[in-house]
T-cell receptor
Framework: GENVEQHPSTLSVQEGDSAVIKCTYS??????FPWYKQELGKRPQLIID?????GEKKDQRIAVTLNKTAKHFSLHITETQPEDSAVYFC???????????FGPGTSLSVIP | DAGVIQSPRHEVTEMGQEVTLRCKPI?????LFWYRQTMMRGLELLIY????????DSGMPEDRFSAKMPNASFSTLKIQPSEPRDSAVYFC???????????FGAGSRLTVL
C-alpha cells in the first residue's frame, strides 16, 4: 500500500521568509496529492492540491511542485505570516480509489 | 450545508466501557472516512466507505473496533471494550463522487481512563 513520508517534522522561520516542506510517496499509481493545514485544536483543511498531469500549481503565497519520476512533491510558502503557523500534512491517493494516506505532518512556526 | 457533523465532541469514559462515535457526512458525498489522530501516529486511516459499503478496513486496529454505515447520511465507529490507548481524536471526513477532496468534521476527542 501507499506510504507517505514528510520532512522536516518541525520548521521554524522568521516572518517574511519562505518555508518548504517535502514529501515522498511509494505507490507509483498515486496521481492526486493534496495538502492540508491543521491549526491547533482545529480540523485539517485542504489548502492546495496537485494532480499528476501538472508539475506545478500556485495559489497566491503557496505553491506545490510534483516530480513523478522521483515520486516526491513539495509545498512552498512565501512571505510567511504568523497565521501560517500550523501543522501541514501532505497526502497521496490514486483517484480510482478513495484511500487517502497522509504523511506524518510538519509543525510550522512563523516567528514575528 | 452544515459540513460534516460529528458527535460527541468530547467523550471521557472508563476502561472497558463501550464508546460510540457518530458522523453525518455532507449531503451528496458518497465516500466517508474515519481517521484517528495521535501525537505519536499522526493521522491514521481506520476505515472508509464508498456508497455505504466498507471498502478498506485494514487500518482498524483490532476486533474491538467496528464501523457501520447503514445509510448515506450516517456512520458510527464503535469501540468495545475501550482501553486507555484508544485515547485520541477521531475524525470523520467525506468526499464527493469522482474527487478525493476530503472535508473533515470537527473531531471527537476520546479520553479513556
Amino acid at each position: 500500500g501507499e506510504n507517505v513520508e514528510q520532512h522536516p517534522s518541525t520548521l521554524s522561520v522568521q516572518e517574511g521568509d519562505s518555508a518548504v516542506i517535502k514529501c515522498t510517496y511509494s505507490d507509483s499509481a498515486s496521481n492526486y496529492f493534496p495538502w492540508y493545514k491543521q491549526e491547533l485544536g482545529k480540523r485539517p483543511q485542504l489548502i492546495i492540491d496537485i494532480r499528476s498531469n501538472v508539475g506545478e500549481k500556485k495559489d497566491q503565497r503557496i505553491a506545490v511542485t510534483l516530480n513523478k519520476t522521483a515520486k516526491h512533491f513539495s509545498l512552498h510558502i512565501t512571505e510567511t505570516q504568523p497565521e501560517d503557523s500550523a501543522v501541514y500534512f501532505c497526502a497521496a491517493t490514486e483517484t480510482s480509489y478513495d484511500k487517502v494516506i497522509f504523511g506524518p505532518g510538519t509543525s510550522l512556526s512563523v516567528i514575528p | 450545508d452544515a459540513g460534516v457533523i460529528q458527535s460527541p465532541r468530547h467523550e471521557v469514559t472508563e476502561m472497558g466501557q463501550e464508546v460510540t462515535l457518530r458522523c453525518k457526512p455532507i449531503s451528496g458525498h458518497n465516500s466517508l472516512f474515519w481517521y484517528r489522530q495521535t501525537m505519536m501516529r499522526g493521522l491514521e486511516l481506520l476505515i472508509y466507505f464508498n456508497n455505504n459499503v466498507p471498502i478498506d478496513d485494514s487500518g482498524m486496529p483490532e476486533d474491538r473496533f467496528s464501523a457501520k454505515m447503514p445509510n448515506a447520511s450516517f456512520s458510527t465507529l464503535k469501540i468495545q471494550p475501550s482501553e486507555p490507548r484508544d485515547s485520541a481524536v477521531y475524525f470523520c471526513a467525506s468526499s464527493p463522487p469522482g474527487a478525493n477532496v476530503l472535508t473533515f468534521g470537527a473531531g471527537s476527542r476520546l479520553t479513556v481512563l
